[in-house]
């Protein structure tokens, strides 16, 4: 293909691939995203009722009860030897591709972002995934291409803190290295597992289950002392019947910041002590995680006990990570996508 062909033709996609909602931003200026669910009916009535073969995010939550649900990308990676898990996988891609498409004789170049530390995997199973749906691929750590997006590309941290994993990316004026790089897996999930066993511990008559759990971390979350009550309406015997979940959510919310300081301080003592200042100075909340009422200001006040620091979050969680892998897409010569 030449390269006034390529220019031309191809339709170039930043991709977020996500444990609870993949994001995708290409150059015909478009941006979509979908909680990361994928369902196929289970017999001939489901697909009667359903009217589709398979079914995406919110719409397949809403239909689940007739569906086979995937949830393929558990903390962040490709679930490999499972079949369902790789076509659903397959199917994510596909279906946020045509969101975006502007053209159906689309080629289709792509940049997309996973979980740092597991970023040699999931290269493997991405392009085996994608094989059949991109002419180029290269495959990052969504910490990294966040960075990029934000131009934050020297003396600064990068946290995503997603559903299955928060990402830790120090960047100092070039690709970053594994040593710079840092992934845990106790990250909005584990909120919600912290959450749900609260709540039952507290009110054992109540009925509700984990989607509705984490519903209600997504609407309340906070660190530190509370703005107000978090009450939510439980149903108890078949009647809705309001609950205080105040301290559970607070709780369940903070479980997570011990091991987010730790890593951080970790990887800031690693780092060339000439530029450890800087570094604990610029630090970029992403992710989901970023949005929790308090999270910046708490992490700034620890660390402030090592010196001077700086934490603030990303104006659009959803579609940074997607943003800044289609302006590395477009940033990118030629000899690296013939390299990958």
């Known amino acids: 293909m030449s390269s006034k062909k390529t220019a031309k033709d191809n339709l170039i996609v930043g991709v977020d691939l996500g444990t609870s909602r993949s994001a995708i931003s290409a150059n015909s200026r478009k941006k979509r995203w979908v909680d990361s669910y994928v369902g196929w009916p289970k017999d ?15 719409e397949a939550l809403a239909n689940r009860l007739s569906l086979e649900i995937s949830r393929p990308l558990a903390h962040g990676v490709i679930k490999e030897g499972i079949k369902r898990d790789e076509e659903a996988v397959q199917a ?15 080629t289709v170049r792509a940049v997309v972002g996973v979980p740092a530390e597991s970023l040699k995997a999931n290269k493997i199973a991405i392009k085996s995934a994608f094989s059949g749906y991109t002419e180029s691929l290269m495959v990052v750590s969504e910490p990294f291409a966040v960075a990029y997006g934000l131009e934050a590309l020297n003396n600064a941290m990068i946290i995503d803190i997603g559903a299955g ?15 710079d790089q840092r992934t845990i897996l106790t990250a909005g999930d584990y ?42 309406d439980l149903p108890v015997a078949a009647k809705l019947t309001r609950h205080d979940i105040t301290e559970e959510t607070k709780n369940a919310c903070e ?52 010196g001077p620091a ?11 990570g ?14 690296y996508w013939s390299e990958e």
């Open 44 to 58: 001939f009535i489901a697909r009667k009722v359903v009217g589709k073969s398979v079914l995406f995010g919110e």
């Open 92 to 106: 994510l891609f596909k279906h946020l591709v045509e969101l975006v498409k502007t053209k159906k004789n689309n």
């Open 165 to 179: 994993t928060i990402d830790f990316c120090i960047m100092h004026g070039t690709v970053p290295t594994d040593e």
């Open 191 to 232: 909120i919600d597992e912290q959450l749900f066993n609260a709540i039952k511990a507290r009110y054992p008559n109540a009925d509700f289950n984990l989607e509705m759990v984490c519903q209600f971390k997504e609407k309340f979350s906070f660190v530190g002392p509370p703005e107000e009550s978090v009450e939510v």
């Open 255 to 306: 479980s997570i910041l011990p091991a987010i300081i730790e890593t951080t301080q970790e990887l800031i003592a690693n780092f060339d002590p000439q530029f450890q200042n800087k570094i604990r100075s610029n630090i970029i909340l992403a992710g989901g995680g970023s949005q929790i009422r308090g999270i910046c200001s708490y992490m700034q006040e620890r660390l402030s006990e090592d």
């Open 310 to 320: 700086g934490v603030q979050r990303v104006d659009d969680p959803l579609f940074a």
């Open 322 to 335: 997607a943003d800044g892998a289609l302006a590395l897409a477009k940033d990118m010569p030629e000899s």
